[in-house]
């Protein structure tokens, strides 16, 4: 089955900096991957998604990169704000179609994003 | 964006009880939920895929007598833990898309689950 492996697993910076957050995959069949927010005690909430037929997508300050070769993606947050506080879950999946295929969650990285 | 609605949100039960937890799609229909476990500062664990009146696909060590699934209709599905233990204390969270496919994966605020 697919392995997720998500680096660092706490990461701290300052506000205005910028923040990448790495995961690698195993599946080189995976070709949907999904970035979750979770605030303590809250759900998580996607806040962006790549597949693999593209190396890049944008959001305002949030990016996401996938190297299908090298199997890795990261998520990359600009000019962070205390409100990026949270942890943030990649997951990978092979989506063939349909609605019941399977995310695999990396482990989380907490980011603090320090006033 | 879809609703997904779980339901208690926080249950506190004394060791031997049974607890229900319901997931609900509100806006759409979900041929296909989720069920997590989340323990504190972890990852989400996939316990199993609630399949909309079939069986339920549990993963690899996961009791399937111990947390039972029911998806009886399109909106609707129910973990319950049955004869719950402390180390049964965690977050459960579900999750749903639409059936359409591609879709956004949606989760429940989730359940946090106290045996005493």
């Known amino acids: 089955g697919e392995n997720v492996e998500q680096h660092p697993s706490t990461l701290s910076v300052q506000e205005g900096d910028s923040a990448v957050i790495k995961c690698t995959y195993s599946d080189s069949a995976s070709n949907y991957f999904p970035w979750y927010k979770q605030e303590l005690g809250k759900r998580p909430q996607l806040i962006i998604d790549?597949?693999?037929?593209?190396g890049e997508k944008k959001d305002q300050r949030i990016a996401v990169t996938l190297n299908k070769t090298a199997k890795h993606f990261s998520l990359h947050i600009t000019e962070t704000q205390p409100e990026d506080s949270a942890v943030y879950f990649c997951?990978?999946?092979?989506?063939?179609?349909?609605?019941?295929?399977?995310?695999?969650f990396g482990k989380g990285t907490l980011l603090t994003v320090n006033p | 964006g879809a609703v997904v609605s779980q339901h208690p949100s926080r249950v506190i039960c004394k060791s031997g009880t049974s607890v229900k937890i319901e997931c609900r799609s509100l806006d759409f229909q979900a041929t296909t939920m989720f069920w997590y476990r989340q323990f504190p500062k972890q990852s989400l664990m996939l316990m199993a895929t609630?399949?909309?009146?079939?069986?339920?696909?549990?993963e690899q060590g996961v009791e399937k007598d111990k947390f039972l699934i029911n998806h009886a209709s399109l909106t609707l599905s129910t973990l319950t833990v049955t004869s719950a233990h402390p180390e049964d204390s965690s977050f459960y969270i579900c999750s749903a898309r639409d059936s359409a496919g591609w879709g956004e994966l949606f989760f429940g605020e989730g359940s946090r689950l106290t045996v005493l």
């Open positions: 997951a990978a999946t092979k989506n063939s179609g349909g609605s019941n295929y399977k995310l695999t």
């Open positions: 790549i597949r693999s037929n593209v």
């Open positions: 609630s399949n909309e009146g079939s069986k339920a696909t549990y």
